[in-house]
């Protein structure tokens, strides 16, 4: 059975961090509320001049390096992304040309904090599909470019980042769930919530790029509600019992709604991968990122079954399940 394996991963962070207390003498906060109410302690902003799209090209070739390919060795490229350099082109064909890659096509995707979930989900579609054999897909984003500096219900909580994962077609030997590669993915959306997060700006509405606006102990609940939902339907797709999972690699948005969904799922702390309190909130690419930090740690081991969920504006949210 053809499946879609991950062969290498990657990441990038703006070189400039900034700790919770440097928002104590611009905001009516505190280092105590951010970290007791959301587990963020520090992010990362993207220098002046910085594009989305140079951060997804770092990650990127981070991630070929780790998997020994070239860049004419891809044949397609997502980015999932909410923030583009520009309307369009798209910052995957950006990402195409900062790689020299000559061939092949690339797109974005856009769903929000979900956006790598579903990039996953349709490069895992179009490798079973025999549509390509390589795909890289990137989760990019710069929301520090969206953040009303005067709103402390939001601009604590997000940092800018990339990271990158290297899908690669390979024959599974079994199977069955015990292939290597993605077993499963379960996407939802539903638009009635559009108000709980969204942006305030656009092409079509205002002409601007707007600011996010968010109704935070709304989406707290359906946070905690419809990420451990999406999992176990992956799970069950998947055939696998939640006591086989090795790892979540959970969106990392807030540590109360990530400790919420482990104990939904019965799984320890110790099986959960937590990089919020160094890079708050990335949209689309806080599980790359997580992912490519955790790779770099050696915490995966061959066979281990990881899965991966997250929820955004839309709402959308979904999930997938993998061997690494
Ligand atoms: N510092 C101090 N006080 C604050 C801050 C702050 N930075 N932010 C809010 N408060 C205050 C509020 O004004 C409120 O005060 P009031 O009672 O006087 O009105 C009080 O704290 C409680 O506010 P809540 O919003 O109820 O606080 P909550 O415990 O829900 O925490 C938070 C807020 C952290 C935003 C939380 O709701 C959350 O994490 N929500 C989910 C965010 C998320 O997961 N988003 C999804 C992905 S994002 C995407 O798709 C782009």
Known sequence: MRRAIVRGTGHYLPERVVENSWFEDKLDTSDEWIRARTGIERRHFAAEGQRTSDLGILAARAALDKAGLAARDIDAVIVATSTPDLTFPSVA???QAGLGMTRGFAYDLQAVCAGFV???ANADAMIRAGLAERV???GAETFSRIMDWTDRGTCVLFGDGAGAVVLEAAEGAAGTSQDRGILATDLNSDGQYRDLLYVDGGVASTGTAGYLRMQGNLV?????EKLADTAHRALDKAGIAPEQVDWLVPHQANLRIIEATAKRMHLPMQKVVLTVADHGNTSA???PLALSVADAQ????PGDLLVVEAIGGGLAWGSA????
Do not use: D, N, P
């Open 298 to 301: 050696g915490r995966f081991k």
């Open 285 to 287: 690419a806080s599980i």
């Open 93 to 95: 064909t950006m990402v």
């Open 220 to 224: 707290f609940r359906h946070a905690v």
């Open 118 to 120: 579903f990039a996953l």
């Open 321 to 324: 399940v993998l061997r690494w």
């Open 136 to 138: 890289l897909v990137i």
